[in-house]
């Protein structure tokens, strides 16, 4: 597919990979204590321990789970030809987050680990995905309007039950439910992150080899059928991919705002709306993007931390309505 490109769509794929690779390297040196490189290098304690086991595995997450928040709301956004369509608005991370402070709140995460919240998360999605996927149907085929509008009103449900579960819940509860709901990084094992990453990686590819696919929708569904595509299996393939990636990112990181919605704007006022171009870049930059707000947020305010998902919102907040001034937003 890369090869069909034009020398300036390579140059920005190519760009987009190199700027990953060189905050997979760089960031992990950032923090609220500097790191003595001699002992890094000759692999000394504990200059090497907080460098591998702590710094690296937050950074893996960030650059995974920003790149796939970001090429989720690309799908969604190219899927239902809406500006605003991301995993949050269409309800997919909303029902991962009530799945997740669910298991919270019954101290799941005490008994199981990270598994008891992942496990939470991805029920939560599931079920939000049958209710909109049931909600959209018509006459054994998918609604474009269906899917968004019943996405935006799960949303608001799922939203309500949140606070309705953090407000039932004890203190100890309620105070790690509130920790998790803003949205951050932790450093993991790297068991969990090789997880993560076995479900992230191939997902993530597929929906960039499908492009083309993503890029009839686009244009419309009426375009899209008499251009050969099955619209509304590619509508069910493509909310499930993106309800997948945002399930099992939001289950590691809380939900994390703006990523989805952010990174593919800015990389469609930039390179145009071919997903070949958007979807790739999107997944890299996005990953630049929470892995830098990350490690921002580590030493801003050192050595308290600001959470991730509070920088993002920072960024993204302003960004939109800067969008919707400029009337650029579609």
Known sequence: MISELDGRARTWISVSIVAFLAAAVLLPFVGPTRLDYH??????????????????????????????????????????????????????????????VISIALNWHVVVGIGG???????????????????????????????????????????????????????????????????????????????????????????????????LLAVGESWAATRGAAVSRALFTGYLAGSVLAAATVALTGPIGFVGLVVPHLLRSRVGGDDRIVMPCAFFFGGVLLASCDALGRVVLAPAEVPAGAITAFIGGPHLVWLVRRGTLR
Do not use: K
């Not at 893996?60 to 920003?66: F, S």
């Open 39 to 100: 002992n890094v290098w000759l692999r000394h304690d504990p200059d090497w321990s907080i460098l591998s086991r702590l710094r690296l595995s937050r950074t893996l997450l960030a650059l995974m789970g920003g790149g796939a928040l970001a090429l989720a709301g690309s799908l969604f956004q190219s899927m239902l030809r809406e500006a605003l369509a991301t995993p949050y608005t269409l309800g997919v991370s909303t029902g991962a987050s009530l799945g997740a």
């Open 117 to 215: 919240v992942w496990a939470g998360a991805f029920v939560g999605a599931a079920v939000v995905l049958f209710i909109v996927m049931g909600a959209a149907r018509r006459e054994r085929q998918l609604s474009v309007s269906g899917l968004l509008l019943a996405g935006i009103a799960i949303n608001s449900v799922c939203g309500a039950l949140i606070l309705l579960v953090y407000g039932l819940t004890g203190m100890s509860q309620s105070f790690a439910v509130s920790r998790w709901l803003i949205g951050g990084l932790d450093a993991i094992d790297f068991s969990t992150l090789g997880l993560y990453a076995a479900v992230v990686g191939p997902l993530s590819v597929a929906v960039i080899a499908q492009a083309r696919q993503w890029n």
